[in-house]
């Protein structure tokens, strides 16, 4: 069974703030994603990586898959009340059809 | 371009009772997968349909059952709900030759089981 740990599990911090959420496995992943979802909401994604050691940037949001392709980071700098959520990864093995979501992260950003 | 809909937005159970979700999928898209997501929680891959026939499953007894359409819209049905079955039920679609899996979440329905 392919696992992921998010940490942190909460983070509140105040806007203009850098942070950093980390999404961790033991097991290789051919893709990672990761999505926002507010209350009352579905999650929206926001990104896919797929290359090891691979960076995307996002306005202030830059996401890293691991060299391994078994973890990934995602870090926003300058943050804002509007980046507010809970941030989730999911992973999709090789061929499959089934994406694992990590627990979550609760972010809020306090003016 | 319409996004993913569910209905209904909130639903009331008890025990023992059974329940239809319905899910219409995003213009083009043909796929469509069923999450649960528990409070606090990241959602959980119920099961997946393709050309109107399940195309995977997660964890998750036989109670759980499925059916997609020739429009691709979908049902989740739950039997004998269970206390424990009180969750947000997420459907997502996908496209079509899509390689990497990348889902496109509906706004949920919000079941509790009483």
């Known amino acids: 069974t392919q696992l992921l740990e998010q940490s942190p599990q909460f983070l509140s911090i105040q806007e203009g703030e850098n942070l950093t959420v980390y999404c961790n496995s033991s097991s290789v992943f051919s893709s990672l994603q990761w999505y926002r979802q507010e209350p009352g909401e579905g999650p929206v994604l926001l990104v896919t990586v797929v290359t090891g050691g691979e960076v995307k940037k996002l306005k202030r949001l830059t996401f890293q898959f691991g060299d391994a392709r078994k973890d990934s980071s995602l870090h926003i700098t300058a943050a804002q009340p509007g980046d507010t959520g809970l941030y989730l990864c999911a992973g999709a093995g090789a061929g499959s059809y089934q994406l694992t979501f990590g627990k979550g992260t609760k972010l809020s950003v306090i003016p | 371009e319409t996004g993913v809909t569910q209905s209904p937005t909130h639903l009331i159970k008890t025990r023992g009772q059974q329940v239809t979700l319905r899910c219409s999928s995003q213009?083009?898209?043909?796929?469509v997968s069923w999450y649960q997501q528990a409070l606090g929680q990241g959602p959980q891959f119920i099961f997946q349909y393709y050309r109107e026939e399940e195309n995977g499953r997660g964890n998750f007894p036989p109670r759980f059952s499925g059916l997609q359409f020739p429009n691709y819209s979908s049902e989740l049905n739950v039997n004998a709900l269970e206390l424990d079955d009180s969750a947000l039920y997420l459907c997502a679609s996908s496209l079509p030759g899509q390689a990497y899996n990348e889902q496109f979440f509906g706004p949920g329905t919000r079941l509790t089981v009483l």
């Open positions: 213009s083009g898209h043909n796929t």
